[in-house]
């Protein structure tokens, strides 16, 4: 990541949690009220050149329940709680990750990070992908906006997603590192801002 993409990372990272505070505080106090603490989700995730690091997300799961089935959620997962499947739906589940991004464990356009079980299962080729910063939002990210919803219509779920849409994903974000801007970058991050709080399809 050079310097600049860095220095912008840093200033709409703090300014968006600047602005966001009264939602994750009003949000926090929703799912302390529903089903208690912890607030945030935490949860292993690989990054660039492999390096696992904790990604931030407003939880949205009962508790303890992360480790019971599934590392996909699949239309209407039974963990979920009702605050949760709201968050879940908006994406504002995500906001947290403005914090991942301080950190400089995450960028605002890059690959969305996945969980070890499924980074080890990548081919030598998928792996390129590892050579990139993850991020908030992406191209394959916008294009499988409803993937809990596809994922909850397959015979096999957890299956479809390793076989089909997750190589999928990988080819898009390495097609688009080709051809990446900054202007292209902001337009992924303004359709991302258009579906979460417009709620368009």
């Known amino acids: 990541m050079t310097f600049g993409r860095r220095a912008v990372d840093i200033v709409l990272a703090l300014l968006g949690l600047l602005i966001l505070f009264p939602f994750l505080f009003l949000f926090s106090l929703l799912i302390w009220l529903e089903d208690g603490r912890p607030i945030l989700f935490i949860q292993e995730r690989v990054g660039r050149g492999g390096k696992k690091f904790p990604m931030f997300k407003l939880r949205t799961m009962r508790v303890n329940s992360g480790a019971k ?4 959620t699949v239309g209407q997962d ?10 879940r739906k908006t994406k504002f589940d995500e906001f947290p990750q403005l914090l991942n991004v301080l950190r400089g464990e995450m960028t605002f356009v890059g690959p969305r990070p996945e969980v070890e079980r499924y980074v ?14 993850p991020g908030i939002t992406d191209p ?18 957890e299956r479809h997603y390793v076989e089909v849409i997750m ?6 974000n390495l097609d688009y590192q080709n051809s990446r801007s900054m202007g292209a970058d902001l337009s992924f991050i303004v359709a991302t801002l258009s579906r979460v ?5």
């Open 120 to 133: 080890n299962q990548y081919t030598p080729d998928q792996r390129r992908v590892l050579d990139l910063v």
């Open 140 to 157: 394959a990210s916008l294009k499988y906006y409803n993937e809990s919803e596809l994922l909850g219509v397959q015979e096999d779920p």
């Open 78 to 87: 039974p963990r979920i709680t009702r605050v949760g499947y709201w968050l």
């Open 69 to 72: 089935g599934l590392q996909i």
């Open 167 to 172: 190589p999928d994903k990988i080819r898009i």
């Open 197 to 201: 709080f417009g709620g368009h399809r």
